[in-house]
């Protein structure tokens, strides 16, 4: 028996249906609201992000360009490529300086050792007074040729040290040779003319040999300028 529903059932029924789908309406709007902020969000275009990174590491690379320029500024001007591939002077003089200690360490046991041979061969040669050498008693003869080999073993070692030296400086001898040059040409410039020389005034240290540093150097032209004012200038 299917019978209508009263009236009064349909209306509750329909009232119901309208609550639910208004309170399902009112639900799903911060849902809608929130899907649209996303939306809104999420299109901004990539681009602006692009410029703000680009925008971010343009600063970075001109604080650091200009970091830079503070520390250029504050060490001074940049070596140039000859003075980077060049010694220092003060380096080069202490070499220099070294090279002759080695030179004179070397000479001293190179001297006694020629002088010892010396001693060695001739004191074991016979010696007959009557049969002089070039006119000359031999014990003079065999004496003199003993100081002569301890002259030429005081020659021979300025050589032997010098190159004992340069094999422990193969890596700079290049740099070495170029201010050799140079430091030549500084001393023949600068040094005195020695044709006034006399035992007396002789020119001091000619060469330079005795130069071992800055100051020294400084002195050496001190020395040259005093040598100069005194050989050339009338005395008061």
């Known amino acids: ?81 000859a003075e980077q591939e060049s010694l220092p002077w003060g380096q080069y ?24 041979g010396g001693i060695m061969y001739f004191g074991s040669q016979e010696m007959d007074p009557t049969k ?33 030296w340069r094999l422990s400086h193969r890596r700079t001898m290049s740099l070495i040779e170029a201010r050799d040059r140079q430091f030549h040409r500084h001393i023949v410039k600068n040094r005195a003319d020695p044709t006034a020389q006399s035992a007396t005034n002789p020119v001091p240290d000619y060469y330079g040999e005795k130069i071992g540093s800055i100051s020294e150097y400084r002195q050496w032209l001190r020395d040259q300028a005093k040598y100069k004012k005194k050989a050339f200038l009338p005395e008061d």
């Open 132 to 164: 002089p050498i070039f006119n000359i008693d031999p014990m003079v003869v065999y004496a003199v040729a003993t100081l002569g080999c301890a002259g030429l073993g005081y020659l021979v070692g300025p050589v032997i040290g010098s190159y004992c």
């Open 93 to 116: 003089l202490t070499i220099r300086k070294n090279k002759r200690r080695w030179e004179t360490i070397v000479t001293i046991p190179t001297t006694i050792l020629g002088f010892t």
């Open 1 to 81: 028996m299917c019978g209508r529903l009263p009236p009064s059932s349909v209306n509750t029924t329909e009232m119901s249906n309208t609550l639910h789908f208004t309170r399902c309406r009112s639900l799903a709007r911060p849902f809608q609201i929130s899907v649209q902020f996303r939306t809104a969000f999420s299109s901004r275009p990539r681009a602006n992000v692009s410029a703000i990174r680009q925008k971010s590491s343009s600063a970075k690379a001109a604080a650091e360009t200009v970091k830079q320029t503070e520390n250029a500024l504050k060490k001074g001007p940049a070596p140039s490529k």
